[in-house]
């Protein structure tokens, strides 16, 4: 009999709860450094076309050692097939992390810029746009990044 008046004693309670609002804590002297793009003019020194590598994964040496584990156990049987399925894990991993890498490469090009300050900046980035020295440009840099984009 005390259980269920229990119960709806802690429901009814619950019932009057509500969510805090969620306030933005901020001390005194700090500066809140909002994410604010860095944009400088200047004029292209020199073009180099370079090789630009992706983010490496993991998805390329695992296929690889799955694929190479089968095959290579399919040779022989009994410790003949175990060392097999062992070797065949490790070639096949070096294979497929080299091909993964392959994969990731891509054509970019090392553009040198020579700012108005007098600065002289050098950006690698993704071949996607084709500049040409004595070309004005802008650069732009943004969470740690730059990217050279042509003046318009």
Request: hydrophobic share 40%; with cysteine.
């Amino acid at each position: 009999m005390k259980l269920p008046i229990v119960i709806i004693f802690v429901l009814s309670l619950a019932g009057c709860s509500t969510t805090p609002e969620t306030v933005s804590e901020n001390k005194a002297g700090t500066i809140k450094r909002e994410n604010v793009p860095v944009t400088q003019v200047g004029m292209v020194t020199t073009v180099k076309k370079v090789t630009v590598l992706g983010k490496r994964s993991s998805v390329g040496r695992t296929a690889g050692r799955a694929v190479g584990s089968i095959a290579g156990g399919a040779i022989g049987s009994g410790y003949g097939s175990i060392a097999g399925s062992i070797f065949g894990s490790m070639v096949g991993g070096a294979a497929g992390s080299k091909a993964d890498e392959n994969l990731q490469r891509k054509p970019g090009v090392e553009i040198t810029v020579r700012l108005d300050n007098g600065q002289l900046v050098t950006v690698t980035q993704l071949e996607d746009k084709a500049f040409q020295s004595g070309q004005r440009v802008k650069l732009i840099m943004k969470d740690g990044k730059a990217e050279v984009v042509h003046e318009s």
